[in-house]
């Protein structure tokens, strides 16, 4: 089991940078990926998404790549660029008669973001240490989401054991005396109406069966004790958010099909305090992948 929240940062250098990946992932029903990557590494962001998909499947995922310099320099020079603005500085002060540094004014020119010509070409060493930096940082993502995954399935796995007991101790027990003593009020009230008139009592035991079968909550609670251990077995499970969503849909039936035929105050009560620890189970699944 997996949590949807997940943390992960890498970074290493690569000669005279540093190249920094962070990952980030919360709760989405679908794969949602926004990605902030330098110009030169946009030629790889396919394959950013391709693999984030095939590792992290569900969740909002932010993902950031930068690029510091380390050197004693600030900045990368276009040569192509330099060149190109110093012809047009030339030409530019022929044309208007103008005195300008032409080098120092093309050289600031090219390290312009919004004027340079295109964006740096990456050999394949540098892209090798890219991916080394991003798989390390989804390393991290995905061991922060499996850490927080045991963590929700050990507190899915409470509550699951509070309905458990609540069923043993309270509905249970409440349940054997609830039937017999419903017959008797019935028989009892019956009497006060009809003490002066004949009954056919084979009939009336048959509508009192069939009266007293509508409050039966055996079959409700054996479903109910099958569905929390198969919510339980299933927690073993990766990826299983959706399937635990669906069992306690499942749980959710069976109890409020208790306290609909309960018809007593006490069980109704124990029903109220299972319907609380149902509704913790489903806050926490929103979470899990």
Known sequence: MRSMTGYGRAQANFGSRKITCEIRTINSKQLDLYGRVPEEYKILDNDFRSRMSEVLIRGKIEYTFSVEKTGKKNVLLDEEAVEGY???????????????EILPMAVKLSTLPNLRTGAREISSSEKKAVFSVFEKALKAVDTTRSNEGLALRNDLLLHVK???N????????LDKNRIPALRERLNSKLQEIISNVSIDRVRFEQE?????????????????KQHCEFFR????DLSTGKKLGFIA??????INTIGSKSNDVFMQQAVVEMKD?????KEQLSNIL
């Open 233 to 236: 077995v299933t927690c073993k």
């Open 249 to 254: 849909q499942e749980m959710g039936r069976e």
């Open 166 to 173: 609540i069923l043993r101790k309270k509905i249970i027990p």
């Open 162 to 164: 509070t309905i458990e």
């Open 208 to 224: 009192m069966f069939f009266y007293i079968e509508k409050f039966d909550i055996t079959e409700e609670i054996t479903r109910l």
């Open 277 to 281: 620890c149902l509704e913790k189970i």
């Open 86 to 100: 110093v012809t047009e500085l030339r030409y530019l002060s022929k044309k208007m008669s103008l005195s300008l």
